[in-house]
């Protein structure tokens, strides 16, 4: 399995600023995702983040918005660009942990709970 | 593209009645199946898991869950709920093909009166 520690654990941030989230893994990982869960809601991916190739964002959400960078196989950031309120939610990174079944199973961090004032 | 479906969206039982909790997903290649439990204030916790074999899962605080393969589905089960269940489960697939994205299905928020 792997540890994930996110950083910030939350903010309160003003709007039209912009935040970075990181997400560090205690494990060399590939595949690495950024998911959202809004209020009262699921979760949502924004973009998937693996070593050695750009970011690939999900529909509904571009890199202007949502720059992420990977630079190693255990470390990622995600950023939120020009926040408004509609951006407050928990981020929440992801790796996937692939066991010798073949399977792969996602563990997540303990997520950043940004709130846009 | 994968997507995944939870029929219902609030599910209100008393102390001690079943508990079923209804998964499909739209996925025909080979998938990984799990259900997520998330507690009032807290974070994800993974009670059970599918990647092959027994279809029938077994996981933590008594949940079980079928795989049925010609049904797409993955329901969740329960023979006698407590009220420390009240929380919100998520139904979740991934797959190899697609490229281990795992998509949530919408979430069920299950309340169990005391």
């Known amino acids: 399995s792997a540890v994930i520690s996110q950083k910030p654990s939350r903010d309160i941030c003003q709007r039209g600023t912009s935040l970075t989230i990181q997400c560090q893994v205690d494990?060399?990982?590939?595949?690495m995702f950024w998911y959202r869960q809004q209020p009262g809601q699921s979760l949502t991916l924004i973009a998937t983040?693996?070593?050695?190739?750009?970011?690939?964002?999900e529909s509904g959400f571009v890199i202007d918005k949502f720059p992420i960078s990977r630079p190693n196989l255990t470390f990622s950031t995600l950023t939120v660009s020009n926040m408004s309120p509609e951006d407050s939610s928990i981020y929440l990174c992801?790796?996937?942990?692939?066991?010798?079944?073949?399977?792969?199973?996602?563990?997540f961090g303990q997520g950043t709970r940004l709130t846009v004032v | 593209a994968q997507s995944v479906s939870q029929h219902n969206h609030h599910v209100i039982l008393s102390e001690a009645a079943s508990l079923e909790l209804g998964c499909n997903y739209s996925?025909?290649?080979?998938?990984?199946l799990f259900w997520y439990v998330q507690y009032p204030g807290q974070h994800l916790q993974l009670l059970l898991k599918?990647?092959?074999?027994?279809?029938l899962v077994k996981g933590i605080k008594g949940f079980e869950a079928e795989f049925i393969k010609s049904k797409f589905s993955f329901n969740l089960r329960k023979p006698s709920v407590q009220w420390s269940d009240t929380a919100e489960y998520f139904c979740?697939?991934?797959?190899?093909?697609?490229?281990?994205?795992?998509?949530f299905g919408a979430g069920t928020r299950l309340f169990v009166k005391a």
């Open positions: 992801s790796v996937l942990w692939q066991g010798r079944s073949g399977g792969g199973e996602a563990f």
């Open positions: 494990s060399q990982v590939t595949m």
């Open positions: 983040a693996n070593q050695g190739s750009e970011a690939t964002y």
């Open positions: 996925y025909g290649g080979t998938v990984n």
């Open positions: 599918y990647f092959s074999g027994d279809p």
């Open positions: 979740a697939v991934n797959a190899n093909t697609g490229g281990f994205k795992t998509i």
